[in-house]
Nanobody, 116 residues
Framework: QVQLVESGGGLVQPGESLRLACAAS????????MAWYRQAPGKERELVAQ???????TYADSVKGRFTISRDNVKITVDLQMNSLKSEDTAVYYC??????????WGQGTQVTVSS
């Protein structure tokens, strides 16, 4: 049984940084895209950043230049470094892994709150 466990969320002030981590446990093979999504209250879940197996990265326009996604293909982990956080970054953040069989796994979510 595959589980994705996230950590690193919390409460920070605007301008500060947080690093989210996500680790997969269980048997999982042929991982392709690893990603972070977020969902703010009253809004739909949106893609924040993703990284392909070759290392190609894409970011939402709202986080470009502030967030950095990274992955470890051996450990099957995906991290999100978030700098210069803004109040509009407040949301529940979810990591996600897509396999070659097009099956998508989700983490349980971690709360990030940016407030003064």
């Amino acid at each position: 049984q595959v589980q994705l466990v996230e950590s690193g969320g919390g409460l920070v002030q605007p301008g500060e940084s947080l690093r989210l981590a996500c680790a997969a446990s269980g048997s999982i093979s042929s991982v392709t895209t690893m990603a972070w999504y977020r969902q703010a209250p009253g809004k739909e879940r949106e893609l924040v950043a993703q990284v392909g197996r070759s290392g190609t990265k894409t970011y939402a326009d709202s986080v470009k230049g502030r967030f950095t996604i990274s992955r470890d293909n051996v450990k099957i982990t995906v991290d999100l470094q978030m700098n210069s956080l803004k109040s509009e970054d407040t949301a529940v953040y979810y990591c996600s892994i897509l396999t070659a069989a097009y099956y998508r796994y989700w983490g349980q979510g971690t709360q990030v709150t940016v407030s003064s």
